[in-house]
């Protein structure tokens, strides 16, 4: 049984970064490709990342490229988000997720199957 935990988020001005945290209590991390979804209240679930097994590829959304990076370090059982120029509009909760086969594609949600309690990220004006 896979059980996923996110830290990291919290409080930060626009124009500020954080770098998210998800540790993974499986036994075997490395097999799994991994994602970072964001989900408002009321809103659809959004795919902002997904990284390949060994993590020597990633998937990034429109909505965060060039100001998102996704990373994981399998040792320590880890996937990483680094935010940057975060904007108000990133407002939210972020998960982690980690790929339901080991076939698929990690840019498609439908991909995940298993998933963290969330962190929340706040960015102030």
């Known amino acids: 049984q896979v059980q996923l935990v996110e830290s990291g988020g919290g409080l930060v001005q626009a124009g500020g970064s954080l770098r998210l945290s998800c540790v993974s209590s499986g036994r075997t991390f490395g097999l799994y490709t991994m994602g970072w979804f964001r989900q408002a209240p009321g809103k659809e679930r959004e795919l902002l990342a997904g990284i390949s097994r060994s993590g020597g590829s990633t998937f990034y959304a429109d909505s965060v490229k060039g100001r998102f990076t996704i990373a994981r370090d399998n040792a320590k059982n880890t996937l990483y988000l680094q935010m940057n120029s975060l904007r108000p509009g990133d407002t939210t909760v972020y998960y982690c997720?980690?790929?339901?086969?080991?076939?698929?594609?990690?840019?498609?949600?439908?991909?995940?199957?298993?998933w963290g309690q969330g962190t929340q990220v706040t960015v102030s004006s």
């Open positions: 997720a980690g790929g339901r086969s080991f076939y698929g594609d990690y840019a498609q949600p439908n991909h995940y199957g298993y």
